[in-house]
């Protein structure tokens, strides 16, 4: 039995219809090095979805609007696949501890695949109805271990939220392999769907109808200043059906994390700014635009959460993210740290002019624009910018796993090789202390070895700056 819940707020439709185009099919892959019975994992999705409405929420079409129709009760979606017959092994895929590298490339591999799989009643033209969340198994009849892809579509459920989706899911699956029930604590929205992000925006934050077309048109004339990361020179002309996003991921080992986490604390600035200035650096000195301009525009994605008034807490599930706009006069010369520091303070600044809020609005329409007239962009790439990142560092050190022998995870990602920027970097706080840092771009508007290149280059002045 189900009810129609709200409809969606113009953040959550915006991303969701982008998923149709390839933008917005959220994955994390959850590697066991051991065999998990698909029936325990219904269950453990289950305890998840019973937890919170939007878990047991599909995306329906109701009078031309998106809606959420809510199930009173959790029907998990739960697929079964064989293990890869095949397994594509490329360099660039983060190794998980104590593997030989199997099971870190069939990860790397089917994440890689899960984030090009489309939603179902979404391939080409979002129609729904789509559940919000489903899972994929990968098991291993002739081995002990198991792959485990959530699947969750990013318009409603953000990166913030994906975390939270996936230590429950977690904490579930580690009870019932044990065989005891899960306990899992209250969730807001358990029983009711929580408001859209627009409603939640503070008063007085934010813009009127004209303002927001004034600037969504300064917007699309500026977008000509600012570089793009060059082009593969084999791209022209490609079909936009043909694109896919592909994943390069590196870990900074555990010294390479302690030398990192002194030299932000010395510097006064953030690893995702020090990252951020690392492939700045790295894009600026690439061959076509070193006599060329290097001025570049960037997207720092920030939590809204704690911005709220009153504050949602952490574990509010939804779309409460927002892009904040930022650009950087960059040569290949500046100095790293100071470039570290402009950009931490850059997004600061940009959050206490609460620009954080007002550009919701611009930064939708746009987003929009983009979706609808891909000649727009630079031979019509869909890109909108150089690069995303996060504002805020992903903790992936999961607990209550005990049971599970979990080797590792990879995500949560986003596709983007619908309307995006050129690259988007995520990074994760991983058991040890280490961070991992993980680049996703678009296909074949860029080459993997062109992109392992900007990756290794940016690694490099990364390391020299911390050395």
């Not at 271990?145 to 939270?164: C, E, F, K, N, Y």
């Not at 029983?191 to 992000?197: S, V």
């Given at each position: 039995m189900a009810e129609m819940g709200r409809p969606l707020g113009a953040t959550e439709e915006n991303w969701t219809k982008a998923t149709a185009m390839g933008t917005g099919i959220q994955v994390i892959g959850l590697a066991m090095k051991r065999r998990i019975e698909s029936i325990q994992i219904t269950e453990a999705a289950k305890a998840v979805m019973q937890q919170n409405s939007l878990l047991r929420s599909k995306i329906v079409s109701s009078k031309g609007k998106?809606?959420?129709?809510?199930?009173?009760?959790?029907?998990?979606?739960?697929?079964?696949?064989?293990?890869?017959?095949?397994?594509?092994?490329?360099?660039?895929?983060?190794?998980?501890?104590?593997?030989?590298?199997?099971?870190?490339?069939?990860?790397?591999?089917?994440?890689?695949?899960?984030?090009?799989?489309?939603?179902?009643?979404?391939?080409?033209?979002?129609?729904?109805?789509?559940?919000?969340?489903?899972?994929?198994v990968y098991a291993d009849s002739s081995e002990s271990?198991?792959?485990?892809?959530?699947?969750?579509?990013?318009?409603?459920?953000?990166?913030?939220?994906?975390?939270?989706v996936t230590q429950s899911f977690l904490s579930s699956l580690n009870a019932l392999v044990n065989g005891k029930q899960p306990q899992l604590p209250e969730a807001p929205g358990k029983?009711?769907?929580?408001?859209?992000?627009e409603e939640l925006i503070p008063k007085g934050k934010k813009k009127g109808f004209f303002q927001k077309g004034l600037d969504t048109v300064?917007?699309?004339?500026?977008?000509?200043?600012?570089?793009?990361?060059?082009?593969?020179?084999?791209?022209?002309?490609?079909?936009?059906?043909?694109?896919?996003?592909?994943?390069?991921?590196?870990?900074?080992?555990?010294?390479?994390?302690?030398?990192?986490?002194?030299?932000?604390?010395?510097?006064?600035?953030?690893?995702?700014?020090?990252?951020?200035?690392?492939?700045?650096?790295?894009?600026?000195?690439?061959?076509?635009?070193?006599?060329?301009?290097?001025?570049?525009?960037?997207t720092s994605v920030v939590d809204l959460r704690p911005h709220f008034e009153p504050a949602l807490p952490s574990s509010a599930l939804g779309n409460y993210s927002g892009g904040v706009s930022q650009d950087e006069q960059v040569k290949a010369e500046a100095d790293f740290w100071e470039l570290a520091r402009s950009v931490s303070s850059g997004t600061l600044k940009e959050v206490e002019k609460g620009r954080h809020f007002s550009e919701i609005a611009v930064m939708n329409m746009l987003f929009s624009q983009v979706l609808q007239r891909p000649s727009l962009t630079a031979k019509s790439s869909l890109r909108t910018g150089l690069m995303s990142f996060f504002e805020k560092t992903l903790d992936a050190r999961w607990k209550d796993t005990q049971n599970l022998e979990l080797a590792g995870t990879l995500g949560p990602f986003a596709s983007m090789h619908g309307a995006g920027p050129c690259f988007c970097i995520g990074e994760g706080l991983l058991e040890g202390p280490e961070f991992a840092f993980s680049v996703v771009y678009p296909t074949p508007v860029y080459s993997r070895d062109q992109m392992e290149g900007l990756a290794n280059t940016s690694l490099a002045i990364l390391n020299a700056a911390t050395k």
């Open positions: 998106l809606v959420y129709e809510i199930a009173s009760t959790p029907a998990p979606v739960v697929e079964v696949f064989s293990w890869p017959a095949s397994i594509r092994k490329s360099t660039a895929t983060l190794i998980l501890p104590g593997d030989n590298g199997e099971l870190s490339s069939a990860l790397h591999h089917v994440v890689t695949e899960e984030l090009n799989t489309p939603f179902p009643n979404a391939a080409q033209k979002f129609t729904g109805p789509t559940d919000v969340f489903l899972i994929h271990r198991t792959i485990v892809i959530l699947r969750l579509v990013s318009g409603a459920i953000d990166r913030p939220s994906a975390v939270v029983n009711e769907l929580l408001p859209t992000l300064g917007y699309v004339a500026s977008v000509g200043k600012y570089a793009l990361y060059p082009f593969h020179s084999g791209f022209s002309g490609a079909k936009i059906s043909d694109y896919k996003s592909d994943i390069l991921s590196y870990t900074l080992g555990k010294e390479g994390t302690s030398a990192l986490t002194a030299a932000c604390e010395r510097e006064k600035t953030t690893i995702s700014a020090a990252l951020t200035a690392a492939f700045l650096k790295g894009a600026a000195s690439a061959e076509e635009l070193k006599s060329k301009k290097q001025h570049f525009g960037f």
